[in-house]
């Protein structure tokens, strides 16, 4: 018997082949330099523009630095199949070689909720951009066969509270480090 989350994944994953250049470049983008040179002039920019596009930028590095060490933590506690280790018909777009850990929880998901998170919270609708680049990873995940849809759920999840601490905390700490004005004196 399919259970809904394998029915979704087949869906997905069968959805057709003419896709599969724009979804797996979601799926493995960072495997290109061009991404990564792109990425760090944007990351530069945003530091370089002002004071809240460079708090912006650095709670969403800090916030996937707290995010993807945490899928591993999930995944290497419990352990869960990726698709292709489980069903027989999985189209698998990036091959075995490139997920040689456990499917639990999906780093990339986590890792791209967690900066439009932060980009959403400090940036608002400027940060949508990166919700639709954080919902096409995940789609993406479950499209080349990496992850079932419940793997990218908790990937969000995980990286949304990743971010919400890293946003919740630095506002708590910064409104403790402000320092108190006097009260000036009623005449």
């Known amino acids: 018997?399919?259970?809904?989350?394998?029915?979704?994944?087949?869906?997905?994953?069968?959805?057709?082949?003419?896709w599969s250049p724009f979804l797996t470049f979601f799926s493995v983008a960072m495997n290109q330099l061009w991404v990564k040179a792109v990425?760090?002039?944007?990351?530069?920019?945003?530091?370089?523009?002002?004071?809240r596009t460079r708090r912006t930028v650095l709670q969403a590095l800090i916030a996937v630095a707290i995010a993807n060490?945490?899928?591993?933590?999930?995944k290497h506690l419990i352990p869960m199949h990726r698709p292709y280790q489980d069903l027989h018909d999985?189209?698998?777009?990036?091959?075995?070689?490139?997920?040689?850990?456990?499917?639990?929880?999906?780093?990339?998901?986590?890792?791209?909720?967690?900066?439009?998170f932060v980009f959403v919270y400090h940036l608002r609708w400027w940060g949508s951009p990166w919700v639709l680049v954080a919902v096409l990873s995940g789609f993406s995940r479950v499209y080349v066969g990496a992850h079932y849809p419940y793997q990218v759920l908790l990937g969000w999840l995980c990286g949304s509270l990743a971010a919400f601490a890293v946003s919740f905390?630095?506002?708590?700490?910064?409104?403790?480090?402000?320092?108190?004005?006097?009260?000036?004196?009623?005449?």
């Open 1 to 18: 018997m399919q259970t809904p989350d394998t029915g979704l994944f087949h869906w997905i994953n069968h959805w057709p082949d003419e």
């Open 39 to 51: 990425l760090g002039l944007l990351v530069i920019g945003m530091a370089a523009a002002n004071e």
């Open 69 to 74: 060490p945490i899928t591993d933590i999930w």
């Open 90 to 116: 999985v189209i698998n777009r990036v091959g075995t070689s490139a997920m040689s850990s456990h499917g639990t929880v999906s780093a990339h998901s986590a890792n791209m909720a967690a900066v439009a």
């Open 169 to 187: 905390g630095w506002n708590r700490f910064r409104t403790k480090a402000k320092p108190e004005t006097p009260l000036s004196p009623t005449v």
